[in-house]
Every structure is written in structure tokens, then in C-alpha cells.
Nanobody, 121 residues
Framework: QVQLVESGGGLVQAGGSLRLSCAAS????????MGWFRQAPGNEREFVAA????????YYADSAKGRFTISRDNAKNTAYLRMNSLKPEDTAVYLC??????????????WGQGTQVTVSS
């Protein structure tokens, strides 16, 4: 079982920066790719960024390219999302996710509870 806990959200002025953290606990050796999604009120959950197990490969939504950077520190079992040049439309609950392969043919996606990011004009 993998548990994910996000932190680092808050209120920031447009153009500012935040760094979100996602701390994983439990069966972390079975944890592979990790990523970030976001969901604003009335909106569907949308993909933001993802990173593979060793950090060598990253993926970004078009809205995040050039502004956001995903990274991970496996020694600390933590993934990060650095967000620069924030815009009001970035306002959302940001959720951390992880692909988990227990090793017996099982697969599931773990989710954190989310951290609120609010960007003022």
C-alpha cells in the first residue's frame, strides 16, 4: 500500500512561484511513475506533469510547458512540482498520483488528497 501526501500549496500573486511536494510512504519500492493532476471547481481533473521512476523522462501538459518542472528524490520518497510564472487559471487543487506495481501482476494508481493553489490577479 502506498500513501501520498501533498504539501506546499497556498495563495500567490500572478507571476509568482510555488513548489509542491508529494511525500510517499508504504511500499515505495513498488512505486514507478509519478505525476501531478489538477482540478478546479466545476472542471474535470486534468493532467499536468509526469515523471518516470528514475527521473530521466518527463511529460508536461501544454499549459505547463516552460513554466512547470516536475522532479523526484527517490532517497526521500518525494516528488515535486515547481511552478513558475503562475496565472489565475492555474488555480486548482493539485493532486499527486503514482503508478504502483506490487510485483505480482497487480497494478493500481494511488492518489493523494490534494493541496490548494490559488493565484490572484
Amino acid at each position: 500500500q502506498v500513501q501520498l501526501v501533498e504539501s506546499g500549496g497556498g495563495l500567490v500573486q500572478a507571476g509568482g512561484s510555488l513548489r509542491l511536494s508529494c511525500a510517499a510512504s508504504g511500499r515505495t519500492f513498488s512505486l514507478y511513475a509519478m505525476g501531478w493532476f489538477r482540478q478546479a471547481p466545476g472542471n474535470e481533473r486534468e493532467f499536468v506533469a509526469a515523471i518516470n521512476w528514475n527521473g530521466a523522462t518527463t511529460y508536461y501538459a501544454d499549459s505547463a510547458k516552460g513554466r512547470f518542472t516536475i522532479s523526484r528524490d527517490n532517497a526521500k520518497n518525494t516528488a515535486y512540482l515547481r511552478m513558475n510564472s503562475l496565472k489565475p487559471e492555474d488555480t486548482a487543487v493539485y493532486l499527486c498520483t503514482a503508478e504502483v506495481f506490487p510485483g505480482n501482476g497487480q497494478y493500481y494508481t494511488a492518489w493523494g488528497q490534494g493541496t490548494q493553489v490559488t493565484v490572484s490577479s
